[in-house]
């Protein structure tokens, strides 16, 4: 039995996974938070198709499944939401990975779809990855260091003023660790 309130979710580790709609639906989500004021990867709204899709299509062409996994929220077949688990091969830091591009379409947002994909990662970064902590970089001043608190990451650092979004907007650069995997 499944519940249908809940996102499903899905892993990709080869670009050659990835479905035409999949990256259309993707490039337009990525568009959606942008343009929304979300901190997913593109700090100077608004954007396009033109500028999304070449940076989506260079994420996806680097998806391996051992250094980049991409995981997907969904509902009846469309996306709601995705996020990016990378880790670098190199000995002295493959045990931990980090976490890239978190985002929730802004109509399936209060619906657990960002929950749901962070929940995810720890399993998948511990059972299929063989990692030990995972590390991420939030904006100050969005509240997400609370959201990410609340699902058991810690704050263990910041860049005092590392974001200049605007002449009178300059913010945090937060990183969180989450090694409780």
């Known amino acids: 039995m499944t519940d249908d309130s809940l996102p499903r979710l899905a892993q990709i580790t080869d670009v050659q996974e990835v479905a035409p709609e999949l990256r259309h639906q993707l490039i ?8 929304a004021g979300g901190a997913a990867g593109f700090p100077f709204p608004p954007v396009d198709r033109g500028h999304v899709a070449p940076v989506a299509d260079e994420l996806l062409r680097r ?32 045990h931990w990975g980090t976490v890239h591009h978190l985002q929730t379409r802004p109509g399936f947002r209060r619906r657990g779809v960002a929950s749901a994909l962070m929940r995810e990662l720890p399993r998948v970064a511990r059972a299929e990855l ?24 810690r704050e263990v650092g910041r ?12 913010r945090d650069e937060v990183l969180m660790l989450l090694d409780t995997l």
């Open 63 to 94: 998806l391996h499944p051992q250094r980049s996994r991409l995981v997907t929220a969904g509902f009846g077949g469309v996306l709601a939401g995705w996020v990016v688990l990378r880790r670098d091969p190199d000995r002295l830091v493959g």
């Open 159 to 170: 860049w005092p003023g590392a974001l200049r979004l605007a002449p009178d907007d300059t």
């Open 28 to 35: 337009d989500c990525w568009i959606e938070v942008t343009n």
């Open 130 to 153: 063989g990692l030990e902590q995972l590390h991420l970089a939030a904006r100050g001043g969005e509240g997400l260091e609370d959201f990410y608190a609340g699902l058991g990451w």
